[in-house]
Structure formats: C-alpha cells, structure tokens
C-alpha cells in the first residue's frame, strides 16, 4: 500500500505549524519499526490554540444550526471519501487490522454526517407558562471544549466528541494519545479542507502532564470530554471540580458477559470471541469476564477454547487476520504480568497464555488469546482491565447467583446476555449495574443510542441526540404579557 506520512506539523488554532513541545515517535509494534517522529504541542501552543479559539467560537456559535450542519456534512464526506487513507495511517499508529480501522473511519464519517442532522433538527422548548408570561428554554454553546481521547480507537472517538462540540457551536481543542497521534491530525485537514472556519479546530499531541493538564486548568476552556484510564479520569475531576467545570468521562471497564444453559451456542461463542478478541481485547467494553451456567460449563468452554484456538492472529495488513499485534511493546508487557498474575492466584491457561510462536511475529507486540479457568470473581485479575486479549471464565448457578458476582465489580459500563428466554434477558438487563447491554449480541454501536459508564467506569453519556445537548448550557427566558407593574412593588 502506497503511502506516507505528513509532514512534522500539528494543527494550533487552524494553522498548520512545527509543535515547539517534545517530539513524539510513532510506532508500528506490528513489526517494532518507527513510523515518524513529530513535535509535540507545548504549553505556548496550548495558549495560541485558546486564543485563536476564543477569537473564532462566537461567530460559529451565532451561526443558525443548519449553517452549522452544512460544514459537518463536507467533513463527513471527506472523511468517506478518505477511507483508506485514514485506515492505513490508523493501522500503521495502534497496529490494528485494516478491516477495522476501515470501519473505524466509515463509523466517524457516519457520527459526523448524524450530528449535522441532529443540529439540523434539535429545536428549543417554549414551555407551558403558570402566568402572565411566556417561558422558553433555549440552549447555547459552552465556548470552549477540550477533548482528550484514547490510544485505542482514535478517529472514532476524535468524532464522538468533535462532531457534537463543533455543531452544538463550540471551538474544539482535541488531545489525542501520544502513542497514536497521527489519525487525529489527518481529522484535521479533512475539516480545513471542507471549510471549517479557522481557529475552531486545534489538534494538540502532547504529554499529559504538559498539555493535558493545561487543557483541563485552563479558565477558558469551559468543559472536557475525556476517554481514558480511569485513574487519570479521577484526577481530571478532582481538576474539574475545583472550576465547577462540566465533565464527561468514559472510562475503563471489566464487563461481564453471561451465558445461560438455553442459549444459542454458535451464536453465544461468535459473540463472545467478538466481544474480547477483536481489537485484540485493546477496547473499554471488552467482555472479559465470563460467566458460564454450571450444567452447561464444561462443554461450553471446551467449544469455545477450541473456537479460539482457531482465530487467525497476524499482520494487520493480512486480510485474513482476527487478533493483531498489541499497540506498543510495553502494553504487550503489561498484559504478560496480568496473565502471569492469574497463575499466581492458581489460574488454569485453557488457550493461550504466551506470545505466538511464528516467527515472522516475533519483532511485534503480540499476544494469544488467552482463557483463563480457576479463579474466583474476587481474584484481581477479575477485578482490573486488563485491556488485552485475556478472557476469565466462571461459573453460576442461577439468576441471583450471575446478578451478584456481575454486580461485585466497581466498573459498570458493559454486559452482554446470552439466553433464548426473552424474559429472563429483560430481567437480567435491569439488574446489572451497566451502562450498556447488549441481549444475544455484543460490541454492536449506534451514533443514535446514548453511550457511557457508571461507577469506575465514568459519568455522563455521549452519543444519541442528547449528546449535542452536553456540550450546550440551557438558559430560560421569561417574558411578560400583562403589562402591569408587579403588585409586590406598590409604593403610594
């Protein structure tokens, strides 16, 4: 595939220019190569981006919604018409397949293309009056947002934040991960391209501690969006609440996945080698813990070891593979200590468990997919994220059995169910503690439907119509009919 990088640019405010912060190296760990190498954004850059967001925002932000929603549209359909470019570059930065990184693209020109419409459509409320008044709710921009987003699936979630923050009227700072920085900046020209106005974009690659927290501190920026770790996520709201400054955060999760003795088996494995394997298990909603009804548990889990064992791990270029290389060998390492640690709780290795023995993986940051059998819901590594490819298997006995060990979890974000009676599925949905379930499914999305975590796993949701609302303050006016003086202020 022919093709290269960009030059060592960031986009400050709109404009292209060499970052004066540390330089950052981009790594292909499908093979250990390096990518390129740019200058980071530094805390001068931060402030430049700021004031030439603070001098662009209020003239987006008086603009009628569907003027708005006519430049998301243009991005949109850069983005569709950039598909492979955007794949490649997102493939050669976090070594995910082409497949996915493809509908990752195809998924943020859809988000993009769904918000201009939300804008489009979204009306304010002229509420029922208990006077000689009329009342209306109206909503307005914040100003200025910061986004800071993962390493994991960068150009969806650059969307996710961007597409909603730019048509609600605000100027987007975007933060992408240092250890995938370059998909974003491609985000970048496709939206000058398509004529958004200056200053109202910025993408800022940087450390944390340099930008990030900047970003976060910044009286000017009146609200973050954050996607990452949920230790990190802590220490923006501690920041957050020292502004009163609005927040949504989607953090980790340890989602449980459930498996009733009445399901579908082909369709419950299918869904579960999905649910954790693909992404190569690098993915927040990732179903890693998994919960097995006793009567059936022993054949279950035999089938879907043996279905594992058959998944195709390779190249991310290879059309054929399933599971890809890890994004940075020091994940890889970090994922080898989980697996390490569940055989110090006396965890069994079903599948897995170790690096893949061809050698033409050798150079890259690969893992099997590994099951592990054994281990209480109490053991830790049933209680972390992991955030690889390690699935934990467990068994129950009923309803009340599944609800509490799902429930003994401080993440709340994900579950899947896997059963053919339709009631006990519903019953089973309210119980768990999770933002989102899916019932004989998983990892399936819809810009359409809210998204987001509870406990551990964040506060706030994105996604769906309300998702434009999050990044809007709501003002209500009252307006007098009666024209008559208020009776309180009587003087003689």
């Known amino acids: 595939m022919e093709q290269t990088f960009r030059d060592d640019q960031i986009f400050v405010g709109g404009i292209w220019q060499k970052g004066r912060g540390a330089p950052i190296t981009s ?12 200058s980071g954004a530094s805390a001068d850059d931060v402030e430049q ?18 003027e708005r929603a006519t430049v998301l ?22 070594s995910k397949s082409l497949a996915e990184t493809r509908a990752l693209a195809t998924s943020a020109a859809a988000t993009f293309r769904y918000f201009a ?12 009056p208990r006077g000689d008044y009329t009342t209306a709710s109206i909503h307005e921009p914040l100003g200025l947002v910061a986004a800071i987003t993962p390493w ?15 048509a609600a009227g605000n100027a987007v700072l975007l933060k992408p991960a240092s250890w995938s920085p370059l998909v974003s900046l491609e985000l970048a020209r496709i939206a000058e391209e398509a004529g958004l106005p200056q200053g109202l974009l ?14 976060v501190e910044h009286r000017d920026i009146a609200k973050v969006s954050f996607t990452g770790g949920t230790s990190t996520g802590r220490k923006l709201a501690h920041a957050a609440a020292e502004k009163l400054m609005p ?18 088996v082909d369709l419950a494995i299918a869904g579960i080698l999905f649910g954790i394997f693909s992404s190569s298990g690098q993915s927040c909603i990732a179903g890693s813990r998994l919960f097995v009804q006793r009567s059936i548990y022993d054949a279950f889990v035999e089938r879907l070891v043996t279905a594992t064992e058959a998944l195709s791990v390779g190249h991310p270029f290879e059309a054929t593979t399933q599971v890809s290389s890890l994004v940075h060998l020091d994940h890889r390492d970090s994922v080898e200590s989980y697996v390490a640690t569940a055989r110090d709780e006396g965890g069994t290795i079903l599948c897995g468990g170790t690096r893949p023995k061809d050698p033409a993986l050798q150079a890259g940051a690969y893992y099997m997919p590994t099951i592990i059998a054994g281990l209480a819901n109490t053991a830790q590594t049933c209680r972390e994220e992991i955030f690889g490819p390690v699935l934990v ?11 509490a060990q799902g429930n003994d979890n401080d993440y709340g974000l994900a579950c899947g169910i896997w059963s053919t009676d339709h009631r006990r599925c519903q019953r089973i949905a309210r119980a768990i503690q999770a933002g989102t379930v899916w019932i004989n499914t998983y990892k399936q999305f819809s810009i359409s439907t809210p998204f987001g975590g509870d406990g551990d796993s964040g506060m706030g949701r994105e996604k769906g119509r309300a998702g434009l609302r999050a990044y809007q303050r709501q003002k209500s006016i009252y307006e007098d009919m009666s024209g008559n003086p208020h009776p309180w202020a009587r003087w003689p």
């Open 27 to 38: 790594h292909f760990a499908a093979d250990g190569s390096v990518n390129t190498t740019i």
């Open 49 to 66: 981006a700021i004031a030439r967001a603070r001098d662009a925002q209020p003239a987006w932000g008086a603009l009628k919604p569907h």
């Open 73 to 94: 549209y243009r991005i949109s359909e850069g983005l569709a018409s950039n598909i492979e470019r955007i794949g490649w570059v997102q493939s050669r930065d976090t």
């Open 117 to 128: 419409a939300v804008a489009e459509t979204s009306d304010d409320l002229l509420t029922v």
């Open 152 to 166: 994991n699936s960068p150009i969806a979630s650059d969307a996710q934040k961007v597409a909603p923050a730019l």
């Open 202 to 215: 910025s993408v800022l690659p940087g450390s944390g501690r340099e930008v990030g927290n900047l970003l």
């Open 247 to 264: 927040v949504s955060l989607e953090l980790g999760g340890k989602s449980p996945t459930i498996v009733f003795d009445d399901c579908d």
């Open 393 to 403: 298997v467990i068994p129950f006995e009923d309803e009340a059995d599944v609800i």
